[in-house]
């Protein structure tokens, strides 16, 4: 009765320690899905913030670079994880995020400058163009006044030529 | 000419020179759009990155490698994703057109790529775990990049070209800012691997 109760107990002990495991191991599956779609959202975060940069006119050609990187590391990621090796997976979500971090912040200030420089140009060419056309039709108009009154002045002695005649 | 014709040649010139003058102005304020199409390239290339000596035939646990390229034409910069996914003969690449595959991604490719540029990548690959019973071949792994994927893939033999065929493809993903998410652009590329049955133990 002693050994029957003693069997029990170690089936339930075994029973319970095997089903904690499986409960941690999928917690753990969770988080690093839930990690790698983190990483995932921030990564296009980063890409769009600079999408926007180069729309602003920016040169990206280096945060691409740093972005294909993170981008290596991410499937290097969600491969680990596919096969099973968590940690590994967690550790190059980890280095994705330092650089996709760093990228975003980037990007959002050489949007700023950019945007800024181009106000600056824009205003610059439409004040000078502005300026330059005020100076062509001036320059026209006072053309035109002069020679309309050489002409007039030209046409009145032609007559004053004839009547004298 | 009289002085009205005159006039009229005096304005068109001051009308002429003013646009002239007010051109860098105007081009800054509506810039030109680009009228060219948009469109991105995805390949495949052999060993010697050509358009030939793929590695069709295919020992067991012996590498191979190809290379694999995109190039961006979209007028903007891009996110792609590159699924890399086996299939065998008697597998559906999708059910319609447009559609990706439903088989599970092996392992995958993310790339950024500004406007105008170019990315290639070396893919290697090994077929393991082999096995022969009767007309069907198994392959239990395939090795991508160092990575061990288990597939448990069988194929049957093919009494025509005499040959036990699967299949490696690769899905172009593109990401959309709109819907926020890889949107698949029906385009993929593949190739056919002769895997050899291994040899039976003496």
């Not at chain 1, 729309?55 to 994880?81: C, P, W």
């Not at chain 1, 980037?106 to 181009?118: M, N, V």
């Not at chain 2, 996914?85 to 092996?106: C, H, I, N, W």
Request: hydrophobic residues 40%; charged residues 20%.
């Amino acid at each position: 009765m002693a050994v029957g109760s003693k069997l029990l107990f170690s089936s339930l002990l075994v029973l319970v320690i095997i089903s904690n495991s499986i409960v941690l191991t999928n917690a753990a599956n969770d988080n690093v899905t839930t990690l790698l779609n983190e990483t995932e959202e921030l990564s296009t975060t980063a890409y769009t913030a600079v999408v926007e940069a180069k729309q602003a006119g920016a040169n990206v050609s280096t945060l691409i670079d740093e972005l294909n990187i993170a981008g290596e590391y991410l499937a290097e990621a969600y491969a680990l994880n596919r096969l099973g090796f968590s940690e590994s997976a967690v550790n190059y979500v980890n280095l994705c995020q330092n650089i996709v971090n760093t990228v975003k912040q980037q990007a959002d200030e050489l949007r700023d400058e950019a945007k800024t420089s181009t106000e600056n140009d824009l205003m610059v060419t439409v004040i000078g163009s502005g300026a330059g056309v005020v100076v062509v039709i001036a320059v026209c108009s006072f053309s035109w006044h002069i020679f309309k009154r050489n002409k007039y002045r030209t046409r009145i002695s032609k007559k004053l030529e004839v009547n004298k005649r | 000419m009289n002085l009205e014709e005159y006039r009229t040649l005096f304005l068109i010139t001051t009308i002429s020179l003013s646009l002239i003058v007010a051109a860098p102005a105007l081009y800054k304020v509506f810039p030109s759009q680009d009228a060219s199409e948009d469109f991105v390239e995805l390949w495949l290339l052999g060993s010697d990155h050509m358009i030939q000596n793929y590695p069709v035939d295919v020992e067991t646990d012996q590498t191979n490698t190809f290379y694999l390229g995109v190039n961006n034409r979209m007028g903007s910069p891009e996110h792609y994703k590159i699924a890399i996914k086996m299939r065998t003969p008697t597998q559906a690449l999708s059910d319609e057109s447009g559609v990706p595959s439903s088989l599970p991604v092996l392992n995958e490719y993310r790339v950024f790529l500004d406007n105008n540029d170019a990315w290639e990548s070396t893919v290697t690959f090994q077929v393991k775990d082999v096995s022969e019973n009767g007309e069907t071949l198994s392959a239990g792994t395939i090795r991508i990049n160092g990575l061990d994927f288990p597939v448990d893939a069988s194929t049957n033999w093919d009494s025509e070209d005499k040959a036990y065929y699967f299949q490696l493809f690769f899905e172009l993903w593109q990401y959309d800012t709109t819907v926020k998410d890889f949107v698949y652009t029906d385009q993929f590329v593949y190739i056919w691997l002769n895997v050899a049955a291994p040899l039976a133990a003496a």
